[in-house]
């Protein structure tokens, strides 16, 4: 089953989002925050599903760590901010995908499924 690492510090949408990608047959690990996701880096995920904006340390500086650790991880952003979104390409690691909110779950999960095959 494959392994998703959840960052967002959006209690609702951490909830939505884990239980909609649960739904779908992935294993979630989710974290309110990035300190959280970044404390169980070591562990064995496949994608690393993270909000941008987040108190303390923020999704850019995590999939940073996490591509360091495992440069084969597929990382996905989701973000309520369009001027972060455009400059998280610049910023975040190589071939990182970034969602921009509002977004549907069934959205979120069709692109998790399409990161996931390729």
């Not at 974290?31 to 070591?42: F, H, I």
């Not at 562990?43 to 941008?52: G, K, R, S």
């Amino acid at each position: 089953m494959p392994r998703i690492l959840l960052a967002e510090d959006d209690d609702s949408l951490r909830g939505f989002l884990a239980r909609a990608l649960e739904r779908a047959g992935y294993e979630v690990r989710a974290c309110a925050d990035g300190e959280e996701a970044a404390s169980v880096l070591d562990q064995n995920w496949d994608l690393l599903l993270t909000d941008i904006v987040m108190p303390g340390m923020d999704g850019i500086e995590v999939a940073r760590l996490a591509a360091a650790r495992n440069p084969s991880l597929r990382i996905m952003f989701i973000t309520g901010f369009a001027a972060v979104a455009l400059a998280a390409g610049d910023s975040a690691p190589a071939g990182a995908k970034v969602l921009s909110k509002p977004i549907h779950l069934r959205e979120i999960v069709a692109e998790v499924e399409r990161m996931m095959a390729a």
